[in-house]
């Protein structure tokens, strides 16, 4: 059984910092292809933010994000991390991580939800002006 918690997510400021971590289940990690950083706004579709490679610890972002959102990776916790720095108002959203086991994804295709085999339940991030 696979099992993906996010947490870190709480109302700040614009301007603020946060970080998010994705916790995946000790097995299921070391077999994930890659995990991902999505979030949905409310009335909004699910957008993918941030892609991390697990065996290979390479990324891709999501234009709206590069340059203010990092992900990363702790192998000894089985953990993946968003940093998300200058928040803004419009950031404001649940934010979910996901994995795929079995499912190629590359530069054309990672940041379609459909891809994803498991995701997290979820953790909001509300950013005031």
């Known amino acids: 059984q696979v099992h993906l918690v996010e947490s870190g997510g709480d109302s700040v400021q614009a301007g603020a910092s946060l970080r998010l971590s994705c916790s995946v289940s000790t097995d299921s990690y070391k077999s994930s292809n890659a995990v991902t950083w999505f979030r949905q706004a409310p009335g909004e579709e699910r957008e993918g933010l941030a892609l991390?490679?697990?065996?290979?610890?390479?990324?891709f972002y999501a234009d709206s994000i590069q340059g203010r959102f990092t992900v990363s990776q702790d192998n000894a916790r089985n953990t993946v991390f968003l940093q998300m720095n200058s928040l803004k108002p419009e950031d404001t959203a649940v934010y979910y991580c996901?994995?795929?086991?079995?499912?190629?994804?590359?530069?054309?295709?990672?940041?379609?939800?459909?891809?994803?085999?498991?995701w997290g339940r979820g953790t909001q991030v509300t950013v005031s002006s």
């Open positions: 996901a994995a795929t086991f079995w499912t190629r994804v590359g530069r054309d295709n990672w940041y379609q939800h459909e891809h994803y085999n498991y």
């Open positions: 991390l490679y697990t065996g290979a610890g390479s990324t």
